[in-house]
């Protein structure tokens, strides 16, 4: 088509579009044409605003690395990873689900450990916690046989794949529900951390006057034949970022009860002082059993990343 105005351009571009054999990527990029070229047309986009975001996309790209995913920090920022996980879980997000944001941090492929064990492995200092999690399906049976990935940050806020100082795979496990749909780990309790600000990411929370916290947090990843790849996170009660996560992240049923213990009865004999005890159930649903790609494949070397943290304002 030989365009006379602008009005022309949006039909032009669906024409092509629909020559698309597939379906479904016909459905989605015939919504994506014309919500996009609605946007343009609606806040009356400059040609100068147009190359700015360009840029903008293209730097989100050029800082995702091995052991760093830009694109995924930002479609959390923004609200659209939680959107697309409440959509796709809790029968299509009409109930209360237990799946969450995958995140930028996990990693396969970390050690298989038996069930009871720490994923602490090497001096990282922190309060112990125990952790026991029990999977069911969506009619309260327990799921057995199912693998359980587990990742957060150390007590000062890193993951291990940003901190060259940690032990590779360090406060990571694999696991294996038992006969009850059972797990159960010691770690130390995690801290609440700041996002990376150096990016995208950072300039779009400081044009909106927003901090860059999130709250404390355990990830699990839940997988079976037969059930569908479960991405979860296990909010800390007592974190004060629980209203305000910079990624959107925190439902009811993710909060979790980080019971602390100082009563001088320990869970194991070289535990002295205070520590936490976590029980947290999940459902999973019926569905795919797939892994999706990782976002991040290797560990961070050179200088330990500094933390900053943006005031809300």
């Known amino acids: 088509m030989i365009l006379k105005t602008q009005n022309d351009l949006t039909q032009a571009v669906l024409a092509e579009v629909d ?29 100068a605003e147009f190359h700015q975001a360009c840029a903008f996309i293209a730097e989100l790209g050029r800082l995702t690395t091995p052991s760093h995913n830009e694109v995924v920090l930002i479609s959390g920022s923004l609200g659209i990873s939680s ?5 796709n879980n809790g029968d299509q997000g009409q109930t209360e689900t237990t799946a969450n944001l995958m995140g ?15 994923i602490v492995r090497a001096d990282t200092p922190g309060v112990p916690i125990f952790v026991g999690a029990l999977v069911v399906d969506s009619h309260g049976n327990p799921v057995a046989d199912a693998r359980v990935d587990v990742w957060h940050t150390s007590s000062e806020g890193f993951y291990e794949n940003q901190d060259p100082g940690q032990e ?4 990571r496990g694999t696991f294996t529900t038992d006969f ?23 300039a779009l929370l400081r044009a909106q006057g927003r901090h860059n916290m ?11 034949p037969g059930f569908k790849t479960q991405f979860s996170q296990v909010y800390s009660s007592d974190d004060p970022y629980l209203e ?3 990624q959107f992240g925190v439902t009811q049923a993710l909060i979790g009860q980080y019971v602390l213990h100082d009563d001088g009865t320990p869970p194991a004999p070289d535990i002295q002082g205070p520590w936490y005890s976590l029980e947290h159930r999940f459902v999973i649903e ?24 943006l005031s809300r304002t």
């Open 180 to 202: 009850e749909g059972r797990i159960a780990f010691r770690s130390i309790k995690p801290a609440g951390y700041p996002i990376p600000l150096s990016g995208p990411v950072g």
């Open 214 to 224: 999130r709250p404390a947090h355990i990830h699990f990843m839940i997988q079976k």
């Open 168 to 171: 590779d795979m360090n406060l």
């Open 286 to 309: 019926p569905g795919e059993s797939r892994l999706p790609r990782p976002p991040i494949t290797g560990k961070a070397s050179g200088d330990r990343p500094k933390l900053a943290v």
């Open 19 to 47: 020559r698309t054999a597939d379906a479904r990527m016909k459905e989605v990029l015939s919504a994506a044409v014309t919500h996009l070229h609605a946007f343009v047309r609606d806040v009356k986009l400059t040609e």
């Open 83 to 87: 959107l697309v996980c409440l959509l």
């Open 244 to 246: 305000t996560d910079v």
């Open 104 to 118: 930028p941090f996990w990693r396969d492929g970390s050690p298989v450990t038996p069930n009871g064990s720490s």
